[in-house]
């Protein structure tokens, strides 16, 4: 079986914690912090349940600043 | 499957474009001019003319693309970019050159150089961003104000009486002779953006090839002068720009 899997990583102090990201995932993996900031004041975006994101790169696309990148990678399950 | 197995080079699949270095950008959070920054240094990365671009910035809140984007650049005063950017190609006729002005930038303070400038079909590609307000200067109405829209200096609401009514610089420059791509985009959603970054590399080979001026207008947020969220300000843009600033091609001359 051929499978997909994908992972983000936020540039935390480059991100402004606009939301962009958040609204754009399609699995609904992305959210702002709620207690933490970065060291420009803002809450910052961090992914939460990684196993479900197949690197689609919405959330990178969307973001005016940057910030995440994104990778993917494939493989057959047998693979394993 | 383990994370360090996927956080791997040969598994990227997006990344910040290596022209936008790592300066912090001074744009407000989620602001749509962030946005179309990438896609230039997108663009000019892939089109391998990192070396052979000129922009020129505007007055308002991209004057200091330049501190972003690796490429050479010139400051103009306000509203004279595609004057300036007339005499860049002019004098090196083999480089893309472009210009990235706001609303109040391209459609008020410097509307006879925008207008003159594709009149004479200037081979340059301009790229417009409408956020239909002065963003920088705390903004105030600009000539693209939707009308009953409330900013600094109509707190009411434009009123046509008073005002006049939102001025719709692409439909004029698509009457004009020499321009080749007219195009009214958004950069809203991936779809959008994906359909803007079409629409900047058609304008910038139009530039290389001499074909005449393009345009580009990116119907854009201004979050901080609408006083909406980032995500609030793109459903307001939908709901409110669109209708009057209807998105897609106006003019190519490129086909024929
Ligand atoms: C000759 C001159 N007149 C007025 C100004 C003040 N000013 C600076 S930016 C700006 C408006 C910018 O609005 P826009 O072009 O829409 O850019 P935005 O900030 O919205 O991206 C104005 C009027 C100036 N700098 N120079
Ligand atoms: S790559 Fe796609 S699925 Fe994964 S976090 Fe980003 S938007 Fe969500
Ligand atoms: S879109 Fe970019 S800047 Fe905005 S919250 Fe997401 S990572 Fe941060
Ligand atoms: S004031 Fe408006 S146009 Fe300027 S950076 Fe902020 S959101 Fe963007
Ligand atoms: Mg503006």
């Known amino acids: 079986m051929n499978r997909i899997a994908g992972i983000i990583v936020v540039d935390t102090e480059r991100c402004k914690g606009c939301g962009l990201c958040v609204e754009a995932c399609p699995k609904k993996i992305v959210r702002l912090t709620e207690k933490s900031v970065n060291k420009k004041g803002y809450p910052y975006a961090i992914q939460t349940e990684s196993e479900l994101c197949n690197g689609c790169t919405s959330c990178g696309i969307v973001c005016p600043d940057g910030c995440i990148t994104v990778y993917r990678k494939k493989w057959k399950e047998e693979q394993v | ?256």
């Open chain 2, 1 to 256: 499957m383990t994370k360090e197995n996927i956080i791997n080079p040969q598994n990227l699949v997006y990344k910040k474009p290596s022209l936008m270095n790592n300066t912090p950008m001074h744009y407000c959070p989620g602001c749509s001019h962030g946005m179309v920054h990438k896609l230039v240094a997108e663009i000019i990365e892939e089109m391998e003319m990192t070396d052979n671009t000129i922009g020129i910035c505007p007055v308002g809140c991209a004057v200091f693309a330049y501190n972003y984007l690796d490429i050479d650049w010139i400051e103009a005063a306000h509203g004279r970019a595609p004057a300036c950017a007339t005499a860049v190609k002019r004098l090196w006729p083999d480089h893309l050159v472009f210009t990235y002005q706001g609303d109040g930038d391209f459609a008020c303070i410097g509307t006879a150089e925008s207008i003159h400038a594709m009149n004479r079909g200037e081979n340059i590609a301009i790229i417009f961003i409408n956020n239909a307000i002065y963003g920088m200067t705390g903004g105030q109405m600009a000539p693209t104000t939707l009308m009953g829209m409330k900013t600094a200096t109509c707190p009411y609401g434009r009123q046509a009486d008073l005002h006049g009514y939102p001025l719709k610089m692409t439909e004029l420059a698509a009457n004009l002779e020499g321009t080749c791509y007219i195009t009214r985009q958004s950069v809203h959603n991936v779809a959008a953006i994906n359909r803007t970054k079409k629409a900047i590399r058609k304008a910038f080979e139009n530039s290389l090839t001499g074909k005449g001026t393009s345009l580009v207008e990116v119907v854009s947020t201004c979050n901080a002068g609408w006083k909406l969220t980032p995500v609030q300000a793109n459903k307001w843009m939908e709901e409110n720009m669109f209708p009057y600033y209807p998105l897609g091609d106006i003019k190519d001359t490129t086909k024929e």
